[in-house]
């Protein structure tokens, strides 16, 4: 049914050279779909975009900065796309601490300047804004936090998308409420884990640069639990909620939460030792904690939201999510020149 309804729709990602925006413009192109990408280039080198070639893939890739609101506009304009998943941002917490002035423009303003542009336009049906699971306000609850808590951020990234999903509550009520072809949400999710992410400060990156580098793998916060979920969990609730929007906006638009089965969660140090296990690699991992760098011990979503309205459920466990993640590293590793072929074949066995 998804692969069906996508099939020859045109589609724009914002943020597609990043890693979850990546593996969504494989996916959709898989399904048939017309893909036009709107990025910065590639954050990260190497990068799940380049390795994939999918500039040579998609229908076309424009490097922009969605905080240029004349050249988005005139991209849009020329695209006319019927669909926009919009993932660009400023994506790391510790990244936020530095470039804190970017990361308030790019995740608040970026946002803005899209559901400006938009608010005018016909053709236009579906918009899915990704934002955090890290937009909420952080009580350590063990129950998982629901689309209706308290939104809040300590560090400039999480306060940074808290903020966000103000403005797109505020433009759903102010501008898209009475319009009846029209379908805006945001969603939430948790700690994305997949082959081809190389972005600095996340565990497996990092140990992974560590691998290839036979440098010692260090773990910052060893017992810190986040919803870790394959990249692929996610995008296929983007997509289901994308494919409801677009038949009916009134019911599905707003805020949804996308993550792993509460019960199910690893922490930190599990991670990466399953990891390694996937991996066949033996070695040892050290703690070394950062006092200087604050991050919360507890963070699960409620996605029963998601389960009850859009019939959605992670496909994949935490420890397949790991595997399959091992399984992509391993053949980089080994076999670089396979690895589109890799990509294609799990998500082929994920949306089988």
């Known amino acids: 049914m998804i692969k069906e309804f996508f099939k020859n729709k045109k ?6 050279t990043g890693f979850k925006g990546s593996w969504l413009s494989l996916v959709l192109k898989s399904f ?23 500039k040579n893939i998609l229908n076309h890739s424009f490097h922009g900065n969605v905080n240029d609101y004349k050249k988005l506009k005139k991209y849009i304009n020329k695209v006319k796309p019927e669909i926009i998943f ?22 608040i303003m970026g946002t803005v300047n899209l559901l400006q542009i938009v608010k005018n ?3 236009v049906r ?13 009580l350590e609850k063990k129950i998982g936090y629901k689309e209706s808590d308290i939104l809040s951020g300590v560090d400039p990234y999480s306060a ?14 102010s501008f898209f409420e009475k319009n ?6 945001s969603v939430r999710a948790g700690n994305v884990i997949g082959g081809g992410d190389w972005s600095e400060n996340r565990i497996i990156p990092d140990t992974i640069k560590s691998i290839i580098k036979k440098n010692k793998i260090i773990v910052r916060s060893p017992n810190s639990i986040r919803p870790w979920q394959h990249v692929l969990d996610p995008l296929n609730g983007y997509l289901l909620l994308a494919y409801k929007l677009y038949g009916n906006p009134k019911r599905f638009s707003g805020a949804w939460n996308f993550g792993p089965h509460v019960s199910k969660n690893y922490n930190v140090k599990k991670v990466v030792k399953s990891l390694l296990h996937f991996m066949n690699i033996k070695k040892k991992v050290f703690i070394k904690r950062n006092i200087k760098f604050k991050e919360t011990n507890i963070l699960i979503l409620n996605c029963k939201k998601s389960k009850n309205y859009l019939n959605w459920k992670p496909k994949w466990s935490v420890k397949k999510s790991i595997e399959m993640t091992a399984q992509w590293y391993k053949e980089y590793v080994s076999n670089k020149k396979n690895i589109k072929n890799l990509a294609f074949d799990q998500i082929g066995e994920f949306f089988k």
């Open 180 to 185: 009846k072809k029209l379908g805006v949400a």
């Open 121 to 123: 336009l016909n053709y």
């Open 11 to 16: 589609i724009l990602i914002t943020g597609h």
């Open 160 to 173: 940074s998308k808290a903020c966000a999903e103000i403005v797109i509550y505020s433009y759903i009520k």
């Open 126 to 138: 579906s918009i899915v804004l990704i934002t955090s699971d890290k937009c909420y306000k952080n």
């Open 32 to 54: 048939g779909s017309k893909v036009y990408g709107y990025s910065l280039k590639s954050p990260t080198n190497p990068s799940n975009f380049s390795v994939l070639n999918l």
């Open 86 to 107: 919009h993932l660009a941002a400023q994506s790391l917490v510790k990244k936020s601490y530095d470039e804190t002035i970017n990361t308030f423009n790019t995740n």
